[in-house]
């Protein structure tokens, strides 16, 4: 019975240990050191930042929980494969496409989790070979705004409204960063 009872525990830590999903967290610490890529997490502190961008922006900021990018420049045809097949690996983690675009030139994915009727994790990727940006946002969510803010492409400028925002900003007093 012990030995019975033993196996089965081991089985099924094997088989949930195993599993073929991918966090996005495991994806961005994978790439976050790249060479040619921009990556940024917006540490609690720095949350402000995101309110200065544009209104509908702190419409959406104003819930997020965690909020992480990361962007890659001038990719060759088997990088922008290998971060569509990883994407795809984290997005079938139990999350939902809102959009999926799949052409030559462009892939565009809008992939949520929900909570009854409100988005509490959203990714935004597009992907081209001069540019590959992944956007991750934890929060709560009205999933129309993601899809508003998604078909408009104002992803696709916050991060560089973003690092320009950060750049101009003085440090919190009594912040060290090195």
């Known amino acids: 019975m012990i030995k019975k009872t033993i196996a089965l525990f081991s089985f099924l830590w094997v088989f949930t240990s195993c599993g073929s999903g991918k966090s996005f967290q495991s994806f961005f610490n994978d790439h976050k050191s790249d060479l040619g890529v921009t990556a940024f997490q917006v540490p609690n502190f720095m949350r402000a930042l995101l309110t200065n961008i544009s209104p509908e922006i702190n419409d959406l900021f104003g819930n997020v929980r965690d909020f992480k990018f990361i962007t890659f420049k001038n990719i060759s045809t088997e990088k922008q494969t290998q971060l569509i097949s990883e994407m795809n690996l984290v997005t079938n983690n139990n999350f939902t496409d809102v959009l999926r675009t799949n052409t030559v030139e462009k892939r565009k ?70």
Do not use: H, M, W
């Open 109 to 178: 994915i809008v992939s949520v989790k929900e909570d009854g009727n409100v988005v509490t994790q959203a990714i935004i990727f597009n992907s081209t070979l001069a540019k590959t940006s992944v956007f991750y946002l934890k929060g709560r969510f009205n999933p129309d705004k993601i899809k508003e803010l998604s078909k408009t492409d104002q992803f696709e400028n916050l991060s560089s409204k973003l690092i320009q925002n950060y750049q101009s900003t003085p440090l919190t007093p009594g912040f060290n960063p090195n």
